[in-house]
Structure formats: C-alpha cells, structure tokens
Nanobody, 113 residues
Framework: QLQASGGGLVQPGGSLRLSCAAP????????MGWYRQAPGMERELVAS???????NYADSVKGRFTISRDIRGKTLTLQMNSLKPEDTAVYYC?????????WGQGTLVTVSS
C-alpha cells in the first residue's frame, strides 16, 4: 500500500530524492519514517516525522538527508544529498496508523563510482 520510488545508482557526493505515496487509509500524520537495510545488516531508522512536523534523523545522515511530507498529497519524501557508499541499501517507507504498522516494498539506492 506504500509505494516507494526514486532509488537508483548515483556517484558519491550525488543526490537522490525518494518518494513514498500512500493512500489515505495508510498515510499518517502521527508517524511516518524512512528505514534502510544494507546487505547482511538489520533494518535501521534513517529519518522520521511525527505530529507537529517534528523530525528525527540517524546520526549518520544528519545534515545530509531531509525528510518531509505533503499531507494533502499524501506523500512522504526523503531528500538525500552528499551521498556516500555506506548509504547503499534498500530504503523503505513506514507508516504507523490505527495501531498498525505499514511498509512499502522498498527502493534500492546504490552509491558507487
């Protein structure tokens, strides 16, 4: 139900913009976040946005990534700048609503020269 897009291959130092479209039944103004999972690693939180628009970022992406949401358009976005090879992973969007957690299918980001 969550559709993530925008992944791809980018050189170190480059930028990508991920988007996550959600139907009204899943889009949440309570909590939405971006997670990532690199090969052989556990899924980790990258950034989140909660009611009131407060944001939280993993230390590894602070100052480089920006999470935002379009409530009317029901879209969650992750702007990623100054990408590093260690940012390579499958990125997932997540929504928490009505006591349930929803996940998108993931979009692959590869940072390599």
């Amino acid at each position: 139900q969550l559709q993530a897009s925008g992944g791809g291959l980018v050189q170190p130092g480059g930028s990508l913009r991920l988007s996550c479209a959600a139907p009204g039944s899943v889009f949440s103004t309570y909590y939405m976040g971006w997670y990532r999972q690199a090969p052989g690693m556990e899924r980790e939180l990258v950034a989140s946005i909660v009611g009131g628009g407060y944001t939280n970022y993993a230390d590894s992406v602070k100052g480089r990534f920006t999470i935002s949401r379009d409530i009317r358009g029901k879209t969650l976005t992750l702007q990623m700048n100054s990408l590093k090879p260690e940012d390579t992973a499958v990125y997932y969007c997540n929504s928490a609503k009505g006591g349930r957690s929803y996940w998108g299918q993931g979009t692959l980001v590869t940072v390599s020269s």
